[in-house]
């Protein structure tokens, strides 16, 4: 389990956009928001992304680098940045199991009939630092629900102005 204030496994990754995402490289105004999808065959990520999309202006203002992560290999990602409305959030893709496990995030196999890969993980939702340090983590075992975009840009709003610190270090 990933604690707050420790450092973040480090991710090299391709984006849709033909270059790289690494973590390391971050230097958002307050946040690297890493947002881990479920993949291409998830309706709910496919909703939640879109709406991240739609709110890139509100959401970068705010101070968060945003960044949608998945194991999807790259045909399944590139139907993801050709078909869904997810304007200019970065997708990244080909997230290992291993990596997605350093994350702690749940794992889940393809039921059969479906259009879902073999491996896939479940979502979770990071917070990381400029200095690569953990703020915030949330997994879930299941698709249905997501945070609140709202809710979370109302919780940086009081990080900001009341300098708050990272809560659950004693994990």
């Known amino acids: 389990m990933l604690k707050p204030n420790q450092p973040a496994p480090a991710i090299d990754l391709p984006l849709t956009i033909q270059a790289k995402f690494v973590l390391a490289d971050q230097s958002p105004d307050l946040f690297t928001w890493l947002i881990f999808y479920r993949g291409r065959h998830c309706p709910v990520c496919k909703s939640y992304l879109e709406e991240i999309g739609s709110r890139l202006d509100e959401i970068t203002g705010a101070g968060l680098s945003p960044f949608a992560i998945s194991m999807d290999d790259k045909d399944r990602a590139m139907t993801?940045?050709?078909?869904?409305?997810?304007?200019?959030?970065?997708?990244?893709?080909?997230?290992s199991e291993d990596k997605a496990r350093e994350y702690g995030l749940y794992i889940s196999q393809k039921r059969e009939g479906t259009d879902e890969p073999d491996v896939f993980s479940e979502p979770g939702m990071f917070l990381i630092r400029p200095d690569g340090t953990v703020y915030m983590a949330q997994v879930q075992s299941a698709p249905f629900t997501r945070p609140s975009i709202d809710q979370l840009l109302d919780g940086v709003k009081v990080i900001k102005d009341k300098d708050y610190p990272a809560r659950g270090t004693r994990t």
């Open 80 to 95: 993801v940045d050709s078909d869904w409305k997810t304007g200019d959030l970065p997708l990244v893709y080909d997230l």
